[in-house]
């Protein structure tokens, strides 16, 4: 077996086990089962909008005139306070 695998099945074990001793109520196996299995597609997720985070941040500061996102934000709300009300 491959060691992907082995920390998959190490991962849902941890996890399932975790589940069905930190639970307060008595949980349901297929609750337990179902956290375990599914763990590993938060984490992907999560390392999923870091990098896109990472990517837009890195995008915008390639630009002429890098700005970064607190600027914008600044930028966005004085224009917002001047009445300009973002062009609407």
Not at 54 to 61: D, G, L
């Amino acid at each position: 077996m491959s060691t992907a695998l082995h920390a998959y099945l190490i991962g849902w074990v941890i996890t399932s086990i975790g589940l069905a001793v930190f639970t307060r109520l008595r949980p349901r196996p297929a609750l337990v089962v179902v956290a375990g299995a599914v763990w590993p597609l938060l984490v992907l997720g999560a390392a999923q909008f870091a990098a896109v985070a990472a990517v837009a941040e890195i995008a915008r500061f390639g630009g002429r005139n890098p700005k970064s996102i607190d600027d914008e934000l600044e930028a966005l709300l004085a224009k917002a306070d001047s009445g300009d009300r973002l062009g609407v």
